[in-house]
């Protein structure tokens, strides 16, 4: 056991540096300004070891962020018993801007601004991100029919997708102001009425406002 442990933590490691040298290079010429071939001897690993961690160049940018581990679909399975599925992802995405996630947008840290640049930037990664999310978007669509109180795979789409783009529009907001140069600890206020006045805006539909 103790061997994988160490095993394990090598290749973390490995990882770890293989993302931070890319990210570096990425940060000084950008996204296709940078080979992989640069971004291997930059981490000092072969390119077929960069290729065993990360698949493609996109991989070395997107799957620093990118949690599999807690997606939508997780969350509405995972909530307590008696919370709506809209509820438990309301509070998640709270607990997420908590957490400075990269993906709300709200974080200013070097690396996350270099994300997003990346991300605006290359329409290779927003295409890459979005097939992402698109995935996530199915996944959550068959939760709220396996467990969410839906019953119709229409409705459940419907919501499914209002989500997502929710969440996208409320990640763009965030980024923005940080982009502006505010600090992710002054955007956090007004990160969290966005995220309020949204899932109230979806839980109530907009009849009142479009109608």
């Known amino acids: 056991m103790a061997e994988l442990g160490l095993r394990e933590r090598k290749k973390r490691r490995t990882r770890e540096a293989i993302m931070e040298a890319a990210f570096a290079l990425f940060r000084e010429s950008g996204f296709d300004g940078v080979s992989v071939v640069d971004i291997a001897a930059a981490a000092e690993v072969s ?77 290779t990664l927003m295409a890459r991100l979005s097939g992402h999310m698109i995935e996530q978007e199915r996944g959550l669509c068959e939760e709220l029919l396996a467990s969410g109180g839906l019953s119709d795979e229409f409705t459940a789409r419907i919501v499914a997708a209002q989500v997502f783009g929710m969440k996208r529009v409320l990640a763009d907001c965030n ?31 907009l009849d009142t406002r479009v109608g």
């Open 175 to 205: 980024a923005q102001e940080i982009r502006s140069g505010r600090s992710a600890d002054e955007v956090y206020p007004a990160a969290v009425s966005r995220v309020k006045a949204a899932f109230e805006l979806l839980r109530k539909g």
């Open 47 to 123: 390119k077929p070891t960069l290729f065993s961690y990360f698949p493609t160049k996109e991989d070395l940018v997107l799957r620093r962020f990118l949690d599999d581990d807690m997606t939508p679909a997780l969350v509405v399975r995972k909530r307590p018993s008696g919370m709506s599925p809209l509820r438990a992802l309301r509070q998640s995405f709270l607990d997420r801007l908590v957490q400075r996630d990269v993906l709300t947008g709200l974080n200013d840290t070097p690396s996350a601004i270099t994300f997003h640049d990346l991300l605006y930037s290359t329409p």
